[in-house]
């Protein structure tokens, strides 16, 4: 079964743009979570989509946004991008729900740069 | 104060050494434990999973929970260099829906060889 997958894996942007990545779950999985890593505050849950619904969501201005197809890929929107946006973007896919005790499957992260 | 406290090393051991990593949390109503692993550029795997206080073991691997103390730890036996990665803590309190992970900001472990 494959993995989860994420594009880009790189990405460099300036300040002031905007930037779309995509995730694509396991076969199967009906929810998808995102999250932002970094050195210094480590990993950051995003929000949780689960069945073309947000689930759930962390802590985060509305520059950040996200939505769900009904095939269940994910894809999220940071717009007016800020040098601190700089970030490892993970996203995670489980069956039910990122947040009970389903295991959640990592992809390998889109790495963004903002310059 | 952060919520998990998690000592970001670098640890550096030799091949065959016993590990222990830990981390320490402030929220006591936390009640499910995790640890992840992440190899340079991958995403974290679930390597173990606890709900509330004991030991579980899998294989080389044993994770350790004390909340009386708010303390967890993972024990790595016979450690090789296939162990060097990054460890993250995570943990969640229960909910429902609105649980959330919160999570330790990772060891960084050298096994060498």
């Known amino acids: 079964k494959a993995g989860v997958t994420q594009t880009p894996r790189y990405l460099i942007k300036t300040r002031g743009q905007q930037v779309t990545l995509s995730c694509s779950p396991i076969?199967?999985?009906?929810?998808v979570s995102w999250y932002q890593q970094t050195p210094g505050q480590g990993l950051q849950f995003l929000f949780e989509?689960?069945?073309?619904?947000?689930?759930n969501k962390g802590n985060f201005p509305g520059r950040f946004s996200g939505r769900q197809f009904s095939n269940s890929r994910s894809e999220m929107n940071v717009s007016t991008l800020e040098l601190g946006d700089s970030a490892l973007y993970l996203c995670?896919?489980?069956?039910?729900?990122?947040?009970?005790?389903?295991?959640?499957?990592f992809g390998p992260g889109t790495r963004l740069t903002v310059l | 104060q952060k919520e998990v406290e998690q000592d970001p090393g670098p640890l550096s051991v030799p091949e065959g050494a016993i590990v222990s990593l830990n981390c320490t949390y402030s929220?006591?109503?936390?009640?499910?434990f995790m640890w992840y692993r992440q190899y340079s550029r991958k995403g974290p795997e679930l390597l173990m999973y606890?709900?509330s206080s004991g030991n579980k073991e899998d294989g080389r691997f044993t994770a350790q929970v004390d909340k009386s103390s708010k303390y967890i730890s993972l024990f790595i036996r016979d450690s090789q260099p296939s162990d060097s990665a990054t460890y993250l803590c995570?943990?969640?309190?229960?909910?429902?829906?609105?649980?959330?992970?919160?999570w330790g900001l990772g060891t960084s472990l050298a096994v060498n060889p």
């Open positions: 995570a943990m969640s309190t229960y909910a429902g829906n609105n649980r959330k992970l919160i």
């Open positions: 929220n006591s109503a936390f009640q499910y």
């Open positions: 606890t709900y």
């Open positions: 076969s199967g999985h009906r929810s």
């Open positions: 995670a896919s489980s069956l039910n729900s990122a947040q009970s005790t389903d295991t959640q499957y």
């Open positions: 989509y689960f069945s073309e619904t947000q689930r």
